[in-house]
């Protein structure tokens, strides 16, 4: 079974930084690029950060373009982002999900062959 666990969400002043993880199962890790989706309530869910199975290519919305770095470790199948500068519209359940390598699509959730279940990111004074 394909397993996708997030972890790292919580509640954060604005301004402030959050480390999120997904740590993966199930699958050839490194045959996958990884990429970060979040859905606010009343929203669709939207593309947030990419990376490609060997780490050398990474893409971000312009939203978080600056504020936010993904990162994996093929070593422990874990894929990391580092979020900075956090504002409250970041607010939102953040997704781990993985597409076969050799997609391009990255920015469409619907090209993603699996899914975590998402941690809850709250920034608020």
């Known amino acids: 079974q394909v397993q996708l666990v997030e972890s790292g969400g919580g509640l954060v002043v604005p301004g402030g930084s959050l480390r999120l993880f997904c740590v993966t199962s199930?699958?050839?890790?490194?045959?996958?690029?990884m990429g970060w989706f979040r859905q606010a309530p009343g929203k669709e869910r939207e593309f947030v950060a990419a990376?490609?199975?060997?780490?050398?290519?990474?893409y971000y919305a312009n939203s978080v373009k600056g504020r936010f770095a993904i990162s994996r470790d093929n070593a422990d199948n874990v894929v990391r982002l580092q979020m900075s500068n956090l504002k409250p519209e970041d607010t939102a359940v953040y997704f781990c999900?993985?597409?076969?390598?050799?997609?391009?699509?990255?920015?469409?959730?619907?090209?993603?062959?699996?899914w975590g279940q998402g941690t809850q990111v709250t920034v608020s004074s």
């Open positions: 999900a993985a597409v076969a390598f050799g997609d391009t699509a990255y920015t469409r959730a619907a090209r993603y062959n699996y």
């Open positions: 199930g699958l050839t890790f490194r045959k996958y690029t």
């Open positions: 990376i490609t199975g060997n780490g050398t290519n990474t």
